[in-house]
């Protein structure tokens, strides 16, 4: 097989903001296959001091994903695969193992695992799971950046404004919201139409999303 060095990660503010592939630093096999990919691939190759050190670095900010080679693995893969899933959902998992055993497999799979290739790996087989690897952690990584604006949307409403939203989402008319909180329909319309422009809301079906898009996010503004 034809080896041709993958580029390594650049932390020079100019560098392109290209995918990274992140192997651990034990994983030779995994690191051996990357480096025999087309170098076309326009990847950087990123290294861990383990697999588990994924936990513990910062959030990526490009599509970013983990080759995981799982028989290199002193404790439980599955459990590591699971806590990865959990708390790392835009660093997919592409999993490599020596093992036959199908239920292991199985057991990766459902665990988050993007996919699970046995050794020996062909590379056309691992270049395709990490491209649906990174298509994953692009996807992540967009809808991370769209909830982090909807909440400075949420935030850049003044107290009244949140509450009148409230009331309005939860389906009171502009009477009901005024008799709630003590103010005049007039000013109720005047909250209602800043609170439609300052959260970008097209209508009220639009608003009501947002309302729920918020109610489910771990890091809401709401008071």
């Known amino acids: 097989m ?24 034990g994983d030779k096999s995994g690191r051996h296959v990357l480096e025999g990919a087309s170098h076309d691939t326009g990847w950087q190759l990123g290294a861990l001091s383990s697999a588990g050190a994924l936990l513990s670095r910062l959030p990526d900010l490009v599509p970013t994903c983990l080759v995981l080679d799982l028989t290199s693995l002193e404790q439980d893969g599955i459990q590591l695969l699971l806590r990865l899933a959990a708390e790392r959902p835009e660093t997919p ?14 057991r990766a799979m459902k665990a988050g695992a993007v996919d699970v290739l046995a050794k020996p790996v062909r590379a ?34 003044s107290r009244r404004e ?17 008799g ?35 109610e489910h996010s771990p890091i809401s503004e709401r008071h």
């Open 2 to 25: 034809l080896r041709v060095p993958v580029r390594r990660v650049d932390a020079r503010p100019s560098a392109p903001l290209l995918p990274v592939v992140l192997v651990a630093e």
């Open 93 to 106: 998992v592409v999993c490599v193992t020596g093992a036959t055993d199908i239920s292991m497999t199985v």
């Open 124 to 157: 056309e087989a691992l270049v395709g799971a990490i491209r649906e690897a990174l298509n994953r952690s692009a996807a992540v990584l967009q809808q991370k950046k769209a909830m982090s604006a909807l909440q400075d949307r949420y935030a850049s409403l």
């Open 162 to 178: 949140q509450e009148v939203m409230a009331l309005v989402v939860a389906g009171l008319l502009n009477k009901q919201v005024g």
């Open 180 to 214: 709630e909180l003590g103010i005049s329909v007039i000013t109720v319309k005047a909250h209602r139409g800043k609170v439609m422009r300052k959260m970008q809301a097209r209508s009220l079906a639009d608003l009501v999303k947002m309302s729920a898009q918020l």
